[in-house]
């Protein structure tokens, strides 16, 4: 890097700005093509490194990464004497969507921008490794003139994924997931924040002023009925391992069906297309209540026994198959472990689907639960 860039680049208005920098509009003195400038100030950090090294991930990050949706890298320097550091990317054009909140909007037209911005994370999180924006909100999703949405600012973008999670918590409260309180970070993460996105936008709320019961949105509460609320209410579960897990898999269920059961009993269909289909479109088991109370009871017995059984394969017997098989010699190439990997968690949300349909079964044929609803009943009563 070099101060080079002083004399090429004429900086003009503030665009934004946070803890990674400040963005400014200016003219790329060269082509006469206006550009996005992004700048680091050293002298600013007041000796915490973390924004820098923030920053130059984000400069590594958009020259590795070539789709329409993200701004592209043109350039970087530095001026040693200032301690400033730039990064010039491709200035987008448009209303970041915070500019609409404060109104409820179309579902149709969110629909659509959902779609668009599931292009471009599907597009991230199909790197190798998942490339994670850790910061989607209504700021970071430009509307072009065009009606065309572009995700900006990666100033929080994880590289690889660290299941182990880390120290350092990127993100904005009110979009983001509950596990980024801890560090950790998947595509699953990034389908939380996109999902409180439209529905701030939905509801015409910031996310941090909707109304929520501990870590969960009562999204059946806050939207009406319909495709937006279905999906919504899987992108926005608390716990990631019952999330839709990353933008494939939302737009499985968007494209797929509206009846849950064609997809899962399709023999063509993904373990994962099939878990999703569960988790939006539940069967309904309602009918086991009018069995007899001895036949619910028996059968309540044997859907918690294969529930537990479900449940030792879930958190043991899956995943020790494959570290045995995945100890052997073939798999010692990189490119072989990630598809054992994926095979890894195809089987197991395999698993967890069939274990939430049994859990299911086991709640309907409940042969307590009838007195249970007559207790609750008595007890609002009174």
Not at 140 to 169: C, E, Q
């Amino acid at each position: 890097m070099s101060d080079s860039g002083l004399a090429r680049y004429q900086i003009m208005e503030p665009l934004g700005g946070g803890s990674q920098g400040q963005t400014f509009r200016a003219i790329d003195r060269q082509t006469r093509n206006a550009v996005a400038v992004k700048v680091l100030h050293l002298g600013s950090l007041g000796g915490d490194w973390k924004p820098f090294d923030l920053f130059e991930r984000e400069c590594k990050a958009l020259q590795s990464l070539d789709h329409p949706g993200i701004p592209h890298y043109l350039d970087r320097f530095s001026n040693e004497e200032s301690g400033d550091f730039f990064l010039v990317m491709e200035l987008i054009e448009g209303a970041p969507l915070s500019k609409r909140l404060g109104t409820p909007l179309d579902p149709d037209k969110l629909l659509d921008w959902l779609r668009q911005t599931l292009k471009i994370l599907e597009y991230l999180h199909g790197r190798a490794p998942p490339v994670i924006h850790r910061d989607i909100k209504p700021s970071n999703l430009m509307l072009r003139p065009d009606g065309r949405i572009r995700l900006i600012d990666f100033g929080g973008v994880r590289l690889a994924l660290r299941p182990d999670g880390g120290s350092t918590m990127i993100g904005t409260f009110g979009y983001m997931a509950p596990e980024q309180l801890h560090g950790e970070a998947s595509p699953a993460t990034d389908i939380y924040a996109l999902g409180m996105t439209i529905t701030a936008l939905a509801t015409g709320l910031p996310a941090e002023n909707i109304p929520r019961t501990g870590l969960r949105i009562d999204i059946d509460a806050i939207l009406p009925k319909g495709p937006l609320r279905a999906v919504l209410r899987a992108m926005v579960e608390p716990d990631p391992s019952n999330r839709l897990s990353d933008a494939g898999a939302v737009t499985r269920v968007l494209d797929g069906p509206a009846i849950g059961p064609a997809i899962t009993s399709d023999p063509t269909a993904t373990p994962t297309a099939k878990k999703n289909a569960v988790a939006l479109h539940e069967p309904d088991y309602s009918s086991l209540r009018g069995l007899p109370v001895f036949v619910r009871f028996v059968l309540w017995i044997m859907a918690w026994a294969a529930t537990s059984l479900v449940l030792v394969a879930e958190f043991v017997g899956v995943p020790a198959i494959f570290a045995i098989q995945g100890s052997s010699r073939r798999y010692r190439k990189a490119r072989r472990r990630r598809r054992l990997k994926a095979r890894e968690a195809e089987a197991l949300g395999q698993v967890h689907g069939v274990r939430q349909r049994l859990q299911m079964i086991a709640t309907q044929v409940d042969p307590w639960g009838d007195q249970k609803s007559l207790t609750d009943g008595s007890d609002r009563d009174t």
